[in-house]
């Protein structure tokens, strides 16, 4: 597949997710075997209106590249100006979402709204392709609901207006995140356009991966929540697709230094209160499975520095049974990969 100077084959790329994919989670994926990340979605009028905040989503480093910006709106003129200055920032590729399901996206026009809308997101992505010099793609759902799929409709349009690629979300918008993906849509896309497909959806672990790629013609695929707290997956699912099988062993000491190099980056790009405090939310992925790990869990939830965090996780590591709690264990305890222990 190649999206502008971005050439990937059979790429496992991840997914643009709001509060998830920063500077520090995107490294950490690259270095686990993601071929492309992206960011997360950023509000067009927010980077129009020069929103420190927002501009500061749009920064990107060398070391993470291929890495696509993805922006969202529903106003040609604000998304026109939005991308010219996400283009400034110099990512590999400009991804515009035309997926999202929340409410207050929709109801500005923007995200999955466009597909009620195809004439509309036509001229938009037309413009947008006609004013940067970087590619542009597009990810979007298969339709609004199950009685409105007009993917192929979208694709179409899509392609005339000249995108890299499109990466679908093979849900409708009211699907939200629920039920599963269906990926059957991906070789009725394939049929009838040409530019590279990306699969995205359901796609949880390494053997979807690979059951994406041998079930559909898919270009690509992408993964979102299976990556949180386990961006093992990449490095699983490319040993998969080369050998047949994963050989890398995720024990306890990779899932520690892998959450702690990734709370490292993260404190390096927004400092140490904020990086520890919004950290939270990935240790109970990076620790699932883990024996006795709920005490060490709830002091982490309340560590306020990097320093805390490590001396917590190290200690663990050292000698797990010092934190047999005798409490019974919770859900998240019983399940490992899947399967109830
Ligand atoms: C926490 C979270 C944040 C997300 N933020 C974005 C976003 O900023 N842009 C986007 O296009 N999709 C976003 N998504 C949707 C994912 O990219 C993906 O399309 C969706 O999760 C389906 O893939 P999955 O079933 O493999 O998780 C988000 C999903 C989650 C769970």
């Given at each position: 597949?190649?999206?502008?100077?971005?050439?990937?084959?059979?790429?496992?790329?991840?997914?643009?997710?709001?509060?998830?994919?920063?500077?520090?989670?995107?490294?950490?994926?690259?270095?686990?075997?993601?071929?492309?990340?992206?960011t997360?979605f950023?509000?067009?009028?927010?980077?129009?209106?020069?929103?420190?905040?927002?501009?500061?989503?749009?920064?990107?480093?060398?070391?993470?590249?291929?890495?696509?910006?993805?922006?969202?709106?529903?106003?040609?003129?604000s998304?026109?100006?939005?991308?010219?200055?996400?283009?400034?920032?110099?990512?590999?590729?400009?991804?515009?979402?035309?997926?999202?399901?929340?409410?207050?996206?929709?109801?500005?026009g923007?995200?999955?709204?466009l597909l009620?809308?195809?004439?509309?997101?036509?001229?938009?992505?037309?413009?947008?392709?006609?004013?940067?010099?970087?590619?542009?793609?597009?990810?979007?759902?298969?339709?609004?609901?199950e009685?409105?799929?007009?993917?192929i409709?979208i694709?179409?349009?899509?392609?005339?207006?000249?995108?890299?690629?499109?990466?679908?979300?093979?849900?409708?918008?009211?699907?939200?995140?629920?039920?599963?993906?269906?990926?059957?849509?991906i070789d009725?896309?394939?049929?009838?356009?040409?530019?590279?497909?990306?699969?995205?959806?359901?796609?949880?672990a390494?053997h979807?991966?690979?059951?994406?790629?041998?079930e559909?013609?898919?270009?690509?695929?992408?993964?979102?929540?299976?990556?949180?707290?386990?961006?093992?997956?990449?490095?699983e699912?490319?040993?998969?697709?080369?050998?047949?099988?994963?050989?890398t062993?995720?024990?306890?000491?990779?899932?520690?230094?892998?959450?702690?190099?990734?709370?490292?980056?993260?404190v390096g790009?927004?400092?140490?209160?904020?990086?520890v405090?919004?950290?939270?939310?990935?240790?109970?992925?990076?620790?699932k499975?883990?024996?006795?790990?709920?005490s060490v869990?709830?002091?982490?939830?309340?560590?306020?520095?990097?320093?805390?965090?490590?001396d917590?996780?190290?200690?663990?590591?050292?000698?797990?049974?010092?934190?047999?709690?005798?409490?019974?264990?919770?859900?998240?305890?019983?399940?490992?990969?899947?399967?109830?222990?």
């Amino acid at each position: 597949m190649k999206i502008g100077t971005v050439e990937i084959e059979k790429g496992i790329l991840l997914a643009p997710m709001e509060d998830i994919t920063d500077v520090s989670f995107r490294l950490v994926c690259r270095e686990l075997g993601a071929d492309l990340v992206y960011t997360e979605f950023v509000n067009a009028e927010g980077i129009v209106r020069k929103n420190a905040k927002t501009h500061k989503k749009l920064e990107i480093c060398e070391e993470e590249r291929p890495v696509g910006i993805q922006i969202y709106g529903g106003e040609l003129k604000s998304m026109i100006g939005a991308a010219e200055i996400a283009a400034s920032y110099n990512p590999d590729l400009l991804d515009i979402n035309a997926g999202c399901w929340v409410k207050n996206v929709v109801g500005n026009g923007a995200g999955a709204a466009l597909l009620k809308e195809p004439e509309k997101m036509e001229v938009l992505i037309r413009e947008i392709v006609d004013t940067i010099k970087i590619p542009v793609t597009v990810k979007t759902r298969i339709g609004w609901d199950e009685r409105n799929i007009n993917i192929i409709e979208i694709a179409q349009r899509l392609e005339d207006a000249g995108i890299a690629a499109l990466t679908v979300h093979c849900r409708t918008r009211t699907q939200g995140h629920n039920g599963d993906a269906d990926w059957s849509w991906i070789d009725k896309i394939k049929q009838r356009v040409k530019i590279p497909i990306i699969l995205n959806g359901s796609v949880f672990a390494a053997h979807d991966v690979q059951r994406a790629f041998s079930e559909t013609g898919a270009d690509a695929v992408m993964v979102a929540r299976g990556a949180i707290g386990h961006p093992w997956i990449f490095t699983e699912a490319k040993e998969l697709l080369q050998t047949g099988k994963i050989s890398t062993v995720i024990d306890i000491e990779k899932r520690i230094s892998t959450c702690l190099r990734h709370l490292k980056l993260a404190v390096g790009v927004k400092g140490e209160r904020r990086a520890v405090i919004e950290h939270r939310k990935f240790y109970s992925g990076y620790m699932k499975g883990m024996r006795n790990i709920s005490s060490v869990r709830s002091a982490l939830m309340k560590a306020e520095n990097y320093d805390q965090a490590v001396d917590m996780l190290r200690r663990y590591q050292e000698d797990p049974e010092a934190f047999i709690t005798h409490k019974p264990l919770e859900e998240s305890e019983l399940l490992y990969n899947g399967n109830c222990l």
